[in-house]
């Protein structure tokens, strides 16, 4: 609740003048039934048409009154219950960005996308609502059962007994229900994993047939967030009925207990009609809190889950230079005997990698500036993993890692960052014009994109549609083939002009013509350019100044090519099946 409000109080005046006319509002409404009253016990027995019009007009004003600033109440609490959410969401999105690695993987990719959707979409509901009727409700109980005292004191105190039953039933419900959302939200998660794969693997689940696989699979997960969702529903669905039931039994009491009491001239007939609308008014005041309620647990489970990401310290932060660890070396780019498991870096947070076999040990190199590495060994041996050491998006668990002689965290992280151009694998292109693709919001002039585009090899495709470099691509590239999306990420890694060009299995779409062009521009436009390659043919690699081969974390081989060649098995029997070459 705290963080709800820390947000919507910077449109305290809003808010303020939102209550103020929702509660003038409630207030006015509460006041018609009294005159009604006033209109069959005082004047209509005078017989005075001129009184009865009147107070008639009296009537049609506080209706008037009471719309318009109802009406108002709730356009304010809209503009400040989305001015308040944007400023959410943005914080999310912001803070989200700057997670770490591991607090990434510790939250997950579907549930940060659920946390910016439908637990935003929750808050703003009950911000958006609850300004309006956390007035209008209690004051059209509290001030219901105040008026009917005036009336009659003996018809009001069945009110008093029934009302705090219903509060007590409310508040319990609203208690037992906020873990249930919870649970939803969780399961809201599930279904977002779910279709993002799926939406991002389609083409394989078709190629390989797996609709029937994939629907039991969504199904099961829409099965459970259906039930969890009916417990959450029935739970909260309780003190209607119960509250109704109350009602009835109070309203009828009323009904009996004043037609007694009329017959026997201690009560006005206008007092029971009076009664009978105060009593709905009542039973609005009750379902509305009900409501407030019903949308607070689900606002509050939402807003925790929203709370936990904006409230994470930042990740990975740059360190104080004496904290730093230092070198003698004088290369660009050194690992010092680096080791790293995921789940036991920073702070050693679990994350969804734990107990996976995916790590380095004792890794050291060192790179001249300008210099190649390439970096190359099965799946899952950690070639990826050096890369996120190096641009800090984890820190390892033991030894250092320096970038022109500093310890990578005395780096601000865009300071660091700014250094690299990269691609990544499975690395995304934007639903954006290919030029927009290729700048990435770095201000390059169009001659720039134009440069990078030409020596990535795209410009040859690009130029050949209609219009050019505006051309647009489709969600994740979908438009573009294999080699041509490879191609605009190398032109975006190339656009800045790095100090550190990293290719993660960036060539794997290219063919081979391609790709030794590609690696002949690299050596001669960016030869000031430091260059890491992690590829799995040793055709992207061998003609770089140095190569690791790792295997399940550790170095079995570092050297050039030639020196591989003749000390490294497995380099060697790598080379001779993808050269096609005797032994």
Partial sequence: MKFMLSYLKRYRWLVAACMGLKLLATILELLIPYVLEYMIDEVAPKKRMSLVLLWGAVMLVLAALTRFASVTANRLSVKSAKSATYEIRRDLFWHSLNLSGNQTDRFGLPSLTSRMTSDSYNVQSFLQSGQALGVRAPIMLVGGIVITMTMDVGLSAILCVMAPIMLVVTVSVSLWGIPLYDKVQQSVDEIVRIMRENITGIRVVKALSKEDYERRRFGAANETMTRRERKAGVVMALPGPLMTLALNIGLTLVVIIGAIRV??????????????????????GVMGLNRVFMMLSKATASAKRIEAVIAQPEGLAAIPEEQAAHTDREEFIVFDHVSFRYGESSGKVPTVHEGIQMSISELSFAMKKGGSLGIIGATGCGKTTVIN?????????????????????????????????VVFQNDVIFAESLAENIDFGRSVDEEGIRTAAANARAQEFIEAYDDTYQHQAAIHGANLSGGQRQRVLIARALAAHPEILVLDDASSALDYKTDAALRKVIREEYRDT??????????????????????????IGHGTHEELMASCPKYREIYHTQMGEGR
């Fill in 263 to 284: 017959n026997n001239g201690v009560t006005k007939p206008g007092v029971i009609l009076a009664f009978l609308t105060y009593f709905n008014m009542i039973l609005m």
């Fill in 389 to 421: 050491l190096l641009m800090r998006f984890y820190d390892p668990t033991e030894g250092h890692i320096f970038v022109d002689g500093k310890d990578v965290r005395i780096y601000e992280k865009d300071d660091l960052r700014r250094k690299f151009g």
């Fill in 530 to 555: 430091t260059t890491i390659v992690v590829a799995q043919r040793i055709s992207s690699i061998m003609s770089l100044d140095d190569i690791i081969m790792l295997d399940e974390g550790d170095v």
